[in-house]
């Protein structure tokens, strides 16, 4: 049966194929010519070449590079015309042979596939036996009798032939041929399909052409690179250890790229960039497909509500300043322990310290050749916005391989120092240099690997230094300074009053003062940057100004003498507010800042004033307030009065009594609701005269 399915197959592949576009003779796949890498995680990669007449281009990508290619592909055609590029689309498989008259999305044996046929003309050929042609009526299973007589199971397909109904057994050796040519085309299209989408690495996209005549045209497109990185070696000194110029060190910088992708490159342009342009990935190649609603008769279907995102902030950083200071000379600097041969007490060095001088030696002689065996081979400039390393000589670079290319090689300002930051070690400052950058050139990020005096120093990470600019970088413990930080204590120093639209505002001054002792065992003098701790709400009071100050931290120079002790005394004070409504605050609350030593006479006065203008208004209240609750107790009264009058004879003499009574209370009535009215009245034209005084008060102290 699996022999009968394969002559099936062959069969429907032998019609003849689909006609495809002719391609040009001279069409290839266009040379890199340049590539571009990206500090952002992308390339731009550019192809040229030339064609002819009408030129057919084939390129192959990655399946994950395709939506980067959609999005950006340039194409460029001087004398010519660029016409559609075409791609294999990216519909799910099982979506488009659906679409099909057989379909094949599942792995179908010989029955199912001739069932789905059903009403299909065919034409069955056995080998020495002719041809039957019929309509498939379908297959069915039957019982006959094996080659050893025992009874087995067959497929037979029922055909409706000119003659009548007849079965074909399919176990034998047969072809089977489809004789409607469109059911035939669809059929083999749809196995052409599972081929093509067989490979899920690769894409083909196709360039197309029109013009005349021998002509260059230009490919360029973006896609994922891995980042390009730095590595730098700075030799403390510059690179002429004969004459070390003052202040300066020799760097080198070294870019690491790679060629991940799945061609050559064969003596490219390649250029790199330092910078971070906006990069992201959309889903272009997949194509989509949007639901829609069944809608009934007359039935108009509403639009989803849609979500707009909201505009965020941005946040500018804390400006650097320009910082300034010295340092110590890289001459007779004292290198990181057991740097360079020392000597112990005697001064006499022994057979292996003669040995390790001379290793050094050799190591220093070496360094000092340094500009002399490694020549930039990178440009820098200028691109928008960003820094551009253009690598002058051309780059080989097999695929799935990566090179180290030299871009800097030049002298730049370093002076050397040291850094003292008690959060990060209590004892001990790091050694330290701080670059400036001298060059023209953006030096990016990335590590760099120091040598002092001509042997390893340590290493240290970069930040990105625009030209002009500097940074400090720490690359060792410097054992020879010893620090200690006392503090910070706190203190309050001073309290002050205002009295303000109502509100007395009390401001009390709080000192944060910390002391820094450092301590040298070098034999020159040491320049140590202490880093103290930078909050924005509090001011600096001692010393007058910092050295330098970064978001975080302030630094102060200091230049500590051999064998001698510096002391840094940091004072920071911030003022601590609490504001209080007089005309609404606590009496007792108010007498006591009256009593206040450090308050001023004149803020005190008025707080007398506003104590005893509250007070009146207070009283007058508390008088009204009095009166209401005489008036509720004769109201009360009259009630019970009331309900006595109504069991007894008016002629009674207790009758008569509570008329008496009542009228006694009805005049009571009256003049105590006067009363209550006239101190509510004096009560709130003293608190209207207490407002506006308060208000006319501005004193501060």
Known sequence: MERTLLLVALSLWAAPCLAEEPSSPLASTLPIQE?????????????AGDVEGDATVPLLFRTAQINDILKSLVLIDRTGHVQPTTYASHDPIGHTLQSFAVDVTQNLTQEQILNRLRGATVTVESPGKGAITGQIVGVEQRQVAGEDGKPIFASFLNLLTAGGLTSVRLDTEKTIHLMDERLNREFREALGLLTTGSDEQRRQVTLHFTGAGRRQVRVGYVTEAPLWKMSYRLLLGGADKARPAAGTAYLQGWALVENTTDEDWKSIHLSLVSGRPVSFIQDLYQPLYIPRPVVGPDVVASPYPQLHEGDIAGRQAADRLALG?????????QGPPGAAGEKGDSGIADAASMAKSS??????????????SVISQAVGQRAGELFQYNIAEPVT???QQAAMIPVVTQDIGGEKLSIYNADTDARYPLNAVRIKNTTDLHLKAGPITLFDDGVYAGDAKMEDIPPGDS????YAVDTLVEGERQGPSQDTVQTTFSLKHGVLTITVLERLATTYTLMSKADKP???LVEHPFR???????????TERTPGLYRFALTVLPTKSQTLKVVTERPVAQGIAVVSADLNALG???NQKSLSPGIRKALQEIVQRRRRVEDLQAQANGRDGELKSIDSDQERIRKNMGALDKSSVLYKRYVTELNTQETRLQSLRQEADRLRGAAAAAQADLQTYIDSLSLTD
Not at 35 to 43: C, D, I, M, N, Q
Not at 359 to 372: E, G, W
Not at 471 to 474: D, K, N
Not at 536 to 546: I, Q
């Open 592 to 594: 006591t800042y009256i």
């Open 35 to 47: 590539v571009t890498l990206f500090s952002s995680g992308v390339s731009y990669t550019e192809r």
């Open 471 to 474: 940074r400090l970088i720490s």
């Open 526 to 528: 040491r320049t140590v």
């Open 325 to 333: 200071g010295g340092g110590y000379s890289g001459s007779g600097a």
């Open 536 to 546: 924005a709400d509090y001011k600096l009071m001692s010393p007058e100004k910092a």
């Open 359 to 372: 290793s050094l030696a050799n190591t220093r002689s070496i360094l000092s050749d340094f500009n002399k």
């Open 397 to 399: 670079l097999p695929r």
